[in-house]
């Protein structure tokens, strides 16, 4: 098979081709020379719709797929080597020794769409909302940004930034899509303005610029002619060489691979395990980009009564047979996890020794804790079943069929599993309630230090519920600590060592079973060239080529 490794279409295929006006040519309407490989309009299948532009909270992948299109970043992070290299900053910050100050001279002549300088005060202006929020406008604070105290405008091209405490992670956090640089308007919004019916409306500086949206099921970008300040190691200067990108929302797995595989697409994300084979035939290719952060596992919510003993958690993941689930459901593009991040991420750590499928000693663990097999098989104790919910986690590739699987290894050791299904704003309102939810499958990409942190600190994400959302109170206030001094020490050598730390106490504490390295995988039509993803996966089209 072709496969390039690199560290939205409703209930009809056919009609949603023939409302973007693209051919099966990939052609779109732009420049037709006989050999020429610039001009055409890209379409790009995603299998669910953006939620919010707001750059903060954008970080589920088809939020940050538009997000990458239309912003650009003081800094950018080679997703070949994870480096950093200057952007919209001429070069790498001034940092001075305890990592609490940040000085960053910009480039000169950039601007937004809408003709407004991306200048000092326009950088202040940003991070100073990325770094603090504002809850009167529903607008977060990034989780990519840490101990931010304020901006300051030195002139017209220059910026400090300080930290109430050392802040290692923020060079890297100002190149991520968190840090999406956007217009003097464009921050004035509210949260619930950055959401769908509002995209065309939202002003970057980036190589396309959103042309028209019908919600829930489309997004026209289109190249921006005066763009010229790409990262100088980009292969490519200038506007995009293509029109445009049609982005349309194919939700059924089956129109994404057989949309593209028929000529009728040019690019799809999230091309599930069993259909990579059709990518090996002539004029298709595979992508299957690494997101060099945590990896998708479970994330046991210890707090609830049933999760409480550590020996039922050790239990789960002795009764786990990790290798079955990748051998079944997955290709080579998964690799089985050996840590909870994956082996290109900051701050990896090998921890396999403590994810060994051992179905006697599981059984061994639950009877020491007290539940017995019950008339069905199912344990019970003082007359309650060992009975837990797991979510479908919608953005991961075959949840369903994982947490499927999961429930019958984990059944053969007398622990019940029901699946919670839903759309995605009912998931994300299960995941919150520990009742609803005990275990959370999820997984979160960032190639910093700061990423395992991002997923489990009771301030972010807070997946395995650390922090009782009732109550206010932190069940285990040392894995806080830990995660915090991740973000919080000067030196690569000391965040190495923080980050081995907090692992260490999550392996035995039982709090996650990371199961395999997940890539963002990517089906398309060998005419197209050029495409690349930032460094966790997510697809960028300013280097796009379409062969005619």
């Not at 396999?352 to 006697?360: G, I, K, L, M, R």
């Not at 050029?530 to 300013?542: A, C, D, H, L, M």
């Amino acid at each position: 098979m072709k496969t390039r490794r690199i560290a939205w279409i409703g209930a009809l295929a056919a009609v949603a081709i023939a409302m973007t006006g693209c051919s099966a040519s990939g052609d779109g309407g732009g420049d037709s020379g006989s050999d020429a490989t610039a001009g055409g309009t890209l379409t790009y299948l995603e299998p669910q719709t953006w939620i919010t532009l707001y750059p903060p909270a954008a970080g589920f992948y088809p939020n940050g797929g538009v997000v990458n299109q239309i912003t650009d970043r003081l800094l950018y992070q080679n997703p070949e080597t994870l480096e950093l290299e200057p952007w919209i900053a001429e070069d790498l910050p001034e940092v001075n020794a305890d990592a609490t100050e940040y000085t960053f001279t910009l480039r000169e002549g950039v601007t937004y769409s809408d003709g407004t300088p991306l200048d000092a005060e326009n950088v202040v202006k940003n991070i100073d909302l990325f770094g603090t929020g504002d809850p009167d406008r529903a607008l977060s604070v990034s989780e990519a940004i840490n101990n931010y105290d304020r901006g300051e405008v030195i002139d017209d091209r220059t910026v400090t930034f300080h930290f109430t405490a050392p802040s290692p992670g923020f060079a890297q956090a100002v190149s991520t899509i968190n840090s999406g640089l956007l217009s003097n308007d464009t921050l004035d919004r509210s949260g619930e303005e950055f959401g769908p019916g509002n995209a065309t409306e939202i002003i970057g500086s980036g190589p396309f610029v959103i042309d028209d949206e019908t919600i829930g099921s489309e997004l026209s970008l289109a190249t921006r002619e005066d763009y010229d300040w790409a990262p100088p190691s980009r292969d490519h200067q200038g506007p995009a060489q293509i029109d445009g990108v049609d982005i349309i929302v194919a939700a059924e797995a089956s129109v994404r691979v057989g949309t593209v595989v028929s000529g009728q697409a040019d690019l799809a994300r999230t091309i599930p395990a069993p259909d990579e084979g059709q990518f090996a035939a002539d004029g298709l290719e595979l992508v299957a980009a690494a997101t060099n952060g945590v990896n998708n596992g479970l994330n046991l919510r210890f707090g609830h009564p049933l999760l409480e003993d550590l020996r039922v958690r050790q239990a789960i993941i002795a009764g786990i047979d990790r290798q079955n689930i990748v051998d079944t459901l997955f290709t080579d593009s998964y690799p089985l996890a050996t840590g909870i991040l994956a082996q290109n991420a900051r701050g990896y750590v090998d921890t396999s020794e403590h994810y060994v499928f051992d179905q006697d000693r599981a059984r061994e663990l639950l009877d020491e804790a007290g539940w017995a097999p019950g008339a069905d098989g199912i344990r019970e104790k003082d007359g309650e079943r060992l009975i837990l919910t797991f979510n479908e986690a919608l953005p991961q590739p075959r949840s369903k069929e994982v947490v499927t699987l999961i429930q019958e290894q984990l059944a053969e050791i007398g622990i019940g599993v029901e699946i919670f299904a839903g759309d995605q704003v009912a998931q994300d309102e299960a995941q919150r309630d520990i009742d609803t939810v005990q275990v959370y499958h999820s997984m979160v990409g960032r190639a910093d230090f700061d990423v395992l942190k991002s997923q489990l600190f009771s301030a972010n994400r807070n997946a395995v519920l650390n922090l009782d959302v009732e109550s206010g109170e932190l069940r285990d206030p040392e894995l806080d600590e830990l995660l915090a001094r991740i973000a919080s020490v000067p030196t690569t050598e000391e965040r190495q060592e923080a980050s081995a730390a907090a692992q260490q106490h999550i392996v035995d504490n039982a709090y996650v079973l990371p199961l395999f390295e997940e890539p963002q995988v990517y089906g398309l039509q060998s005419r197209v060239t050029g495409f690349s993803t930032e460094s966790i996966g997510r697809p960028s089209f300013y280097e796009v080529t379409i062969e005619k």
